[in-house]
């Protein structure tokens, strides 16, 4: 099997009722809009991979990581106020995992390389905030609160300079997750 293919071995279908009742969705890739398929959603299951959904379209809004299971009512499991809206597959890394996170926009201020899982930024790092980070290795998800709580941000390889500029403002990263082949 090529990289590739492994990469892209995500399926979710959405439904537009509670408990997978109503018309579906079947979706294997990325999906930047869903209303053209379905007018709301208040179901899904995710039959293989790991996906981001997104409140709103052109994976804008809040985000919710989900993984390999049901979700016969995700809104008041995970606390969501509205429906989704746009969905990204996030593709499997296999190798090693690297991030340097800095404490001010542009890369500045403290920096702090991760190839790790870090519960607490203050704890391990005494960094009190994390403002742009760049992504060398692997896929990530942040977290605005210690232990891994709280809203959370779907981060790919590439240099984000600033969290603010993202539509992200007034927000703090406090921890970081490596998303991995089982989607822990």
Known sequence: MTNTNMNMRGKIIFYEERNFQGRNYECMSDCSDMTSYLSRCHSCRVESGCFMVYDRPNYMGNQYFMRRGEYADYMSMMGMRDCIRSCRMIPMH?????????????????????????????????????????VMDGHWLMYEQPNYRG????????EYRSFRDMGMSGMRWMSMRRITDSCN
């Not at 542009?106 to 920096?111: C, H, I, K, P, V």
């Not at 809203?151 to 590439?158: I, N």
């Open 94 to 134: 296999r190798g090693q995992f690297r991030m340097k996170i800095y404490e001010r926009e542009n890369f500045g201020g403290q920096s702090y390389e991760l190839m790790d899982d870090c519960d607490n930024i203050m704890d391990r790092y005494r960094m009190n905030d994390c403002q742009s980070c760049h």
């Open 151 to 158: 809203r959370m941000m779907y981060m790919r390889p590439g």
